[in-house]
């Protein structure tokens, strides 16, 4: 069984111009051990989906359907309080901003310990500070940092010290929300780097999301492509290194200029993204699409699953599911 | 996330922008029109006094048997008056100065700071009596004058410190390497981005500048052969108005004081939410 | 090809702090640069390396500690006089289009402003109607009308790369223009940037901190660091072969899943943010994997290596045999003391 199945999650938001579901339908698991990424472009939902699974959904936004099971409990029916019991211990997480986010004026130490305390009963303020040494040389950080105040760190070591944070209570599934994306490219390297060198140690699972593919593509073992709130394409690193399949992540995968290779002219992906408070019917990515075929006007790709992964779009639907997902939106 | 996260779709500030405009226009009339409108001439003591409101009399008449409502018709013309202009001049040296304090940021800039720090700890009205018992005839032009000339202080003091967070905006740099000049970049691209906080300060300035006018009449400080609200009420007080039940005396100057008051105040944010609703979102 | 813009040793020092404990950081050291007719250099460094204090100073935005700036021939100047003048040849895009477009002004008028200040006669509407076509908004008639807050950030950036086109500038200097636009969106402005600058025999100094943006669009490329330029050259005969270890530390680090991974360990050092930036001899030489005791000599300037133009700032260049210095352990130890 996999550690964590989204199956058909949605998510709406409320806007002064009506509801609209910055999540429609989107499902992919994670296995235990996996870097999942999940990427796209600003407004595609992948942080939505991520804040719905850990519930940090704030405000205007809630789930409105699909279900997210971790080792086959259901998570979006959990009360707050029953929810307590997996935040941090089995899920964490680790945002962009995170490392603006500590206390300036606590020295790092009391906030490690005090996150430890917080969720860990009956161990000592002498333990949880052996932890916490511990947690820094896990980060590759000198001991001697912890007895320092946040802005005496650079970004990239607070960063580092917010995924030492991250692991306290050794947790199965990581999140992480574009951890690095604030940080020079050497430092992000250095993270990235000890954050697959620690996966492998503790073998936890990591739900990675950038708009980065070219990084995603180095550390993750899978990636998801969202677009416009659905799932365009779930495929392998290597599957997705020989070649994406849907026009969206082609288009993506062209729109990064690479570092060897004959310098090609690249063409990017014309037009914006769609509305999603009135989106258009069938495919959304059809309006930018330059295979787009007359079904995708009308009728919303089906979602195939295969060996290569899962791909949704018309280019590759099997006779019969074009005629079910005919039959479906008629 | 920034494209779709829609924010509330401000309101347009059409109707309040109406209906300011019609409050205004109409005092506006009354004061062009007044000898048209007031049945009676000004300070005309023909009457009566103490008459209750009749049909001869709208608004009855006073301790000195004056009719009311033509002292009040009369009285739109100067408190109108003393709002828009003593609001003017207000506006033109509170703009000019602040724009270009906080545009320069020079020595000049924090001494015209200092000195209206230290004005604001002293109550303006007990300056502007204080003034106006120096000036050796309070005529309307030294009334609109001393509220004018230190209204502006304060609304220089604030449009200065937006001034200050506007030229650190990427448009500003932008027109300068467009190849403006310092003059051009704070008239044509800083103070349209001023204008919400200049209309906010012009209203407030407006009726207090109205306000004023009434309080220093009021005080016995004013011009005492011009008719205004503040003089009606004055008088009012003087003669022990509340004494004798003579509400007709005291409520239509208050009234009247309000809703210009009003008015303005529809006006202002009429037309900020006007301007925001014009611009979109990315005004705040 | 003969130099419009020339840098000529420029220097800014900030200060800041009171009169008595007084901190003086110096953000740009000596740095020269020659921009050539009708080429595409490159700036590449990352945040606080000092390319966009570079920028500022290129632009005239901020006059040099030290230093100075001349186009064909003649100082950039933003005051007074001649500012016209500088204006009309040097043009820059801005990083952030949110910020950088007034939010009052319709697309008309951000557009035809600049227009009229360098003499545009009668209706402009045509010519700023063109211009949106030449910068791919079309139909244009839908958008001269908007206001910004209508348009997208792609199609902002599109209005200030018009806007800068109209005064008809020779070198146009962008800083980070892609930067807070999706990539697919980036794409297109790069295209279109270089498209422009084919056209209309522009010069274009493009200034970023991503390596594979330089490669696309750049002729030239310059590495800073620390406030220096420690290599540049030809951008393909950098980037096929860096000399400088800390030009080879960033394209190591720059993600790119389809190349071959190279040396992972002796790089790890590169990141060590916290080593510091010694104010003399080598300011990498901290964090470098090949760093040596002479690397603290304080005359370590730039070096011609080549006839075609490349320069490197390192005492022992790399070359294809290369070994690092120290291992990472000694690092760790290092870091430990």
Same mark, same amino acid.
């Given at each position: 069984m996999s550690l964590l199945e989204v199956r058909d999650l949605q998510i709406e938001y409320a806007s002064a111009r009506g509801p609209f579901k910055a999540v429609d339908g989107v499902s992919f698991s994670i296995e235990r051990g996996e870097i999942f990424g999940l990427a796209g472009e600003s407004g595609c939902g992948k942080s939505t989906t991520a804040y719905g699974i850990a519930r940090l959904l704030r405000g205007a936004a809630r789930i409105v359907g699909g279900s997210v099971r971790m080792d086959g409990v259901e998570l979006t029916k959990l009360s707050d309080a029953q929810f307590d019991a997996y935040r941090w211990a089995r899920i964490s997480i680790v945002l962009q901003s995170a490392m603006n986010n500590l206390n300036p004026v606590m020295k790092i130490k009391e906030q490690l310990i005090d996150a430890i305390l917080a969720h860990r009963t009956g161990i000592s303020r002498a333990d949880a500070l052996r932890q916490a040494g511990e947690l820094m040389e896990l980060a590759d %950080?000198?001991?001697?940092? %912890?007895?320092?105040?946040?802005?005496? %760190?650079s970004g990239g070591m607070r960063q580092r010290v917010v995924i030492a944070m991250a692991l306290a209570l050794r947790p199965e599934l990581i999140i992480m929300d574009e951890p690095t994306t604030a940080l020079d490219v050497i430092t992000q390297k250095g993270i990235i780097d000890k954050i697959v060198e620690l996966k492998r140690t503790f073998g936890f699972s990591v739900l990675f999301i950038t708009h980065d593919l070219p990084l995603m593509l180095e550390i993750c073992d899978r990636v998801g492509v969202m677009y416009a709130g659905r799932m365009a394409e779930i495929a392998a690193r290597e599957r997705m290194l020989a070649g994406a399949r849907h026009p969206y992540t082609q288009g993506l995968l062209r729109s990064f200029p690479s570092l060897t290779g004959p310098r090609v002219r690249l063409e990017g992906i014309p037009g914006s993204t769609p509305d999603l408070v009135a989106p258009p019917s069938g495919c959304r990515f059809r309006d930018r699409c330059p295979h787009a075929l007359p079904v995708c006007g009308s009728v919303q790709p089906p979602v195939q699953a295969g060996e290569d992964g899962v791909v949704s779009c018309h280019l590759y639907a099997k006779e019969d599911a074009l005629d079910e997902a005919a039959a479906a939106g008629s | 996330m920034r494209n779709n996260r829609s924010k509330p779709r401000p309101r347009s500030g059409k109707a309040k922008l109406w209906a300011g405009a019609c409050i205004l226009l109409l005092f506006a009339a009354v004061s062009l029109a007044a000898a048209q409108i007031a049945p009676y001439p000004k300070n005309d003591i023909d009457f009566e006094p103490w %008459?209750?409101?009749?049909?001869?009399?709208l608004l009855g008449t006073d301790s000195y048997g004056q009719d009311v409502f033509s002292q009040l018709v009369y009285g739109t013309r100067t408190s109108f008056l003393v709002g828009i202009l003593a609001g003017l001049i207000t506006t033109i040296i509170g703009v000019t100065v602040g724009v270009t304090a906080g545009f320069y940021r020079r020595w000049v800039s924090d001494a015209l700071m200092f000195l209206v720090d230290l004005l604001l700890i002293i109550p303006i009205m007990a300056l502007m009596i204080i003034l106006a018992s120096f000036l050796p005839s309070m005529g309307l032009t030294s009334i609109i004058l001393v509220i004018g000339l230190l209204s502006w202080l304060y609304m220089a003091r604030s449009i200065r410190s937006q001034t200050l967070s506007e030229r650190q905006r990427g448009y500003v740099e932008a027109a300068r390497v467009a190849g403006m000049s310092d003059g051009s970049i704070m008239r044509r691209e800083i103070l349209p981005n001023l204008y919400p906080i200049i209309l906010a300060n012009l209203v407030s300035v407006t009726t207090q500048a109205v306000l004023a006018e009434a309080g220093l009449s009021f005080l016995g400080i004013g011009d005492p052969k011009s008719v205004s609200w503040g003089t009606i009420l004055a008088l009012a007080h003087a003669n022990n108005a509340i004494m004798y039940d003579a509400w007709w005396w005291i409520v239509p100057p208050g009234l009247a004081t309000a809703l210009f008051c009003f008015g303005f105040i529809l006006i202002g944010n009429g037309s900020l939410e006007r301007f925001r609703y014009k611009r979109g979102a990315s005004q705040q | 090809m003969k130099p419009l813009l020339q840098v000529h040793n420029v220097s800014q020092v900030y200060e800041s702090g009171g009169f008595l404990r007084k901190s003086r950081v110096r953000a740009v050291r000596d740095v020269s640069l020659e921009l050539r007719e009708g080429e595409v250099l490159a700036v590449v460094g990352e945040s606080g390396c000092g390319k966009s204090t570079l920028a500022r100073m290129i632009l005239g935005l901020l006059p040099p500690t030290e230093g100075r700036v001349e186009l064909d021939g003649r100082p950039v100047v933003r005051r007074g006089g001649g500012r016209l003048e500088t204006a009309k040849r040097l043009q820059m895009i801005f990083q952030d289009p949110f910020e950088t477009i007034n939010s009052n002004q319709k697309v008309e008028t951000v557009i035809g402003r600049p227009l009229q200040l360098h003499g545009a006669k009668g209706p402009f509407r045509d010519r700023v109607l063109k211009l949106l076509r030449q910068v791919g908004l079309t139909p244009a008639e839908d958008y001269i009308d908007k206001y910004p807050s209508q348009l997208s950030g792609g199609q902002k950036q599109r209005v200030m790369i018009a806007r800068a086109l109209g005064i008809g500038p020779r070198v146009l200097v962008a800083d980070e223009p892609t930067s807070m636009l999706d990539v697919s969106i980036g794409i297109d402005i790069m295209n279109l940037m270089l498209d422009l600058k084919r056209d209309h025999e522009l010069s274009l100094l493009w200034i970023t901190h991503n390596l594979g943006s330089a490669r696309y669009m750049s002729d030239r490329i310059a590495i800073m660091f620390g406030g220096q330029i420690v290599e540049s050259g030809p951008t393909e005969e950098v980037i096929a072969a860096p000399k400088h270890p800390y030009t080879k530390a960033l394209l190591y680090a720059s993600p790119d899943p389809r190349r071959e991974q190279v040396e992972a360990a002796a790089f790890q050092a590169a990141g060590r943010e916290e080593a510091g930036l010694p104010e003399t001899g080598c300011r990498f030489r901290h964090r470098c994997p090949y760093a040596r005791e002479d690397c603290a000599r304080s005359d370590v300037g730039l070096i011609a290596t080549t006839d075609s133009g490349r320069e490197v700032r390192c005492l022992h260049p790399l070359t294809d045999r290369t070994e690092p210095s120290r291992s990472q352990e000694a690092d760790r130890k290092e870091m430990e003391a």
């Open positions: %950080l000198p001991k001697d940092r %912890l007895e320092r105040f946040p802005h005496e %760190l | %008459l209750v409101p009749s049909a001869v009399h | -």
